[in-house]
């Protein structure tokens, strides 16, 4: 199974600002994923983001405010912006393997004060 | 939005008793994955079943899936306190996108 790792693994931000999580896998991997968990709830699909291409958003969740980066097979990077208190939320990157099992990265706690 | 329906939403055993959950879900699918996840951190992948599976095993955890009634579950067996966590199941859909959807989850509070 793929080793994920994210960076922060949280932060305490103020509204208005922006704040780029990072997500690094120990191996190079087609498709990477991003999730946000509200808190209380379950996990929503943010956007798949491929290398070499633009990130595809799920209904609900738009480039200007999620900004992806994908520059190489093992890393990509999403962008908060204009945070409010709503988006305060675990922040969760995965990779699938070739047997399409999915492993998530340990998360990037946000809270936005 | 959410495909996964979980029940029941928390469960509350003695350690050494058997838990099961619940997930059903609306539209065809690849397969399922059942993940744990201890207090807000990230994900523990446990088992993934395919649409052609009917039963999985992996150490004390059973996953059965039955596509006609479009639902699955996870048996945990002679749980254990360390098994207190919040249990997903997540569907992927046809065409191998790897998009999961997950369901609300189970907390499960297995008490020494």
């Known amino acids: 199974s793929a080793v994920i790792s994210q960076k922060p693994s949280r932060d305490i931000c103020q509204r208005g600002t922006s704040l780029t999580i990072q997500c690094q896998v120990d191996?190079?991997?087609?498709?990477m994923f991003w999730y946000r968990q509200q808190p209380g709830q379950s996990l929503t699909l943010i956007a798949t983001a491929n290398q070499g291409s633009e990130a595809t958003y799920e209904s609900g969740f738009v480039i200007d405010k999620f900004p992806i980066s994908r520059p190489n097979l093992t890393f990509s990077t999403l962008t908060v912006s204009n945070m409010s208190p709503e988006d305060s939320s675990i922040y969760l990157c995965?990779?699938?393997?070739?047997?399409?099992?999915?492993?998530f990265g340990p998360g990037t706690r946000l809270t936005v004060t | 939005s959410q495909q996964g329906e979980e029940d029941p939403q928390a469960l509350s055993i003695q350690e050494g008793e058997n838990a099961t959950m619940n997930c059903s879900y609306k539209?065809?699918?690849?397969?399922l994955q059942w993940y744990r996840q201890n207090s807000g951190r990230g994900l523990v992948h446990l088992i993934l079943?395919?649409?052609?599976?009917r039963e999985k095993h992996s150490g004390r955890l059973r996953v059965t899936l039955d596509t006609s009634k479009k639902s699955s579950s996870l048996l945990i067996t002679a749980s254990r306190a360390a098994d207190t966590a919040s249990y997903f199941c997540?569907?992927?859909?046809?065409?191998?996108?790897?998009?999961?959807?997950f369901g609300q989850g189970t907390t499960l509070q297995v008490k020494p």
């Open positions: 079943i395919r649409s052609n599976e």
């Open positions: 997540a569907t992927s859909g046809s065409g191998n996108t790897g998009k999961l959807i």
């Open positions: 995965s990779v699938d393997d070739s047997s399409y099992e999915q492993y």
């Open positions: 191996s190079q991997v087609t498709m």
């Open positions: 539209t065809s699918i690849n397969n």
